[in-house]
């Protein structure tokens, strides 16, 4: 069984910072693509930031310049570092991981979400 548990959401201002982690945890062999996703109140869940296992990151435009992905493959990791937010940040994020897990099965592993709100 695998798990994926998000730490570090919470309230802060416009233009404040925050660090979201995620860690991965189970039956895990390895992990491929790792990401963040958010999901704002009536919204469709959109891609945030996601980071291959050698490394390679991908932003779309909204958050690109102000967001960083990072991972740790030895600790099986991966970390969201956001600068200037804005209020249009705000959303639930939730953590993604395409994982390979002990016994052959392989497949797409969601957190269950931690909240950042922006506000002043």
């Known amino acids: 069984q695998v798990q994926l548990v998000e730490s570090g959401g919470g309230l802060v201002q416009p233009g404040g910072s925050l660090r979201l982690s995620c860690a991965a945890s189970?039956?895990?062999?390895?992990?491929?693509?790792m990401g963040w996703y958010r999901q704002a109140p009536g919204k469709q869940r959109e891609p945030v930031a996601t980071?291959?296992?050698?490394?390679?990151?991908n932003y779309p435009n909204s958050v690109k310049g102000r967001f960083t992905i990072s991972r740790d493959n030895a600790k099986n990791t991966v970390s969201l570092q956001m600068n200037s937010l804005k209020p249009e940040d705000t959303a639930a994020y939730y953590c993604?991981?395409?994982?390979?897990?002990?016994?052959?099965?392989?497949?797409?592993?969601w957190g269950r979400g931690t909240q950042v709100t922006v506000s002043s």
């Open positions: 189970g039956s895990i062999f390895s992990i491929n693509d």
């Open positions: 980071i291959t296992s050698g490394g390679t990151t």
């Open positions: 993604y991981a395409e994982i390979h897990v002990v016994a052959g099965n392989y497949g797409g592993y």
